[in-house]
């Protein structure tokens, strides 16, 4: 069965402590592993698209890598802005809506 | 990318009625979809909103509890039919740009919906 699994679920951290999540994914035909970031009350917001393994992508303190098992989004020095929940999806083959849902990371960064 | 917009935003509502949600794209999407995201749980997938055609379901979703219109490339709607309190939960319309990687999802504010 394909399926997503984030961890941890949830992860605390001081301003300026660099930490790591990973996203576990089993997928038959894998065509992109996809993280968002989701604020309370509001929509996910795009972050990476990751097409093939050994990919890597950044943005700001961000850093998404894929292997053929798992991703990791590398957090360096966070923010206490940078507080709030990390979701991880895969497309799989066949229609472009089949993404599933890992059930995220909540970070918490405190100053 | 895409700009998504919903209304509601929230709503509470009383069991066996109906609610639709609107979702409006700010440019041409080829993809339009609706999820669902359960408390402290992964995003869903309901249907793909196809354009001039009935949606497609996933399993476990049917076309009289969720009816879909998508009548252009900006527009569609869900609807809720005959709620009960565990359709409480929040509604996420999703586009894929036509202009862009094909695979990315970007996700509307969501409407959050307590049935009671």
């Not at chain 1, 929509?43 to 894929?66: D, I």
């Not at chain 2, 354009?51 to 998508?70: C, L, N």
Request: charge should be neutral; hydrophobic fraction near 30%; charged fraction near 20%.
């Amino acid at each position: 069965e394909d399926q997503v699994t984030q961890s941890p679920e949830a992860l605390r951290l001081q301003e300026g402590e660099s930490s790591s999540l990973n996203c576990s994914y089993t997928v038959s035909g894998l065509r992109g592993l996809f993280w968002y970031r989701q604020d309370p009350g509001k929509g996910p917001e795009f972050l990476f698209t990751l097409y093939s393994a050994g990919e890597e992508k950044e943005k700001e303190r961000l850093k998404a890598t894929l292997t053929k098992k798992e991703s990791f989004l590398h957090i360096t020095a966070p923010k206490p802005e940078d507080s709030a929940t990390y979701l991880c999806a895969a497309s799989r083959g066949g229609s472009q809506g089949n993404l599933i849902f890992g059930k995220g990371t909540k970070l918490s960064v405190k100053p | 990318s895409a700009v998504i917009s919903q209304k509601p935003s929230r709503d509470i509502c009383q069991r066996g009625t109906s609610l639709t949600i609107q979702c409006q794209v700010d440019s041409q999407v080829t993809m339009m979809f609706w999820y669902r995201q359960q408390p402290g749980q992964s995003l869903t997938l309901i249907a793909t909103a196809n354009q001039g055609s009935e949606a497609t379901y996933e399993s476990g979703f049917v076309i009289d509890k969720f009816p879909i219109s998508r009548p252009n490339l900006t527009f569609s709607t869900l609807t809720v039919s005959n709620m009960s309190p565990e359709d409480s939960s929040i509604y996420l319309c999703s586009a894929t740009p036509t202009l862009g990687p094909s695979y990315e999802q970007y996700f509307g504010p969501g409407t959050r919906l307590t049935v009671t």
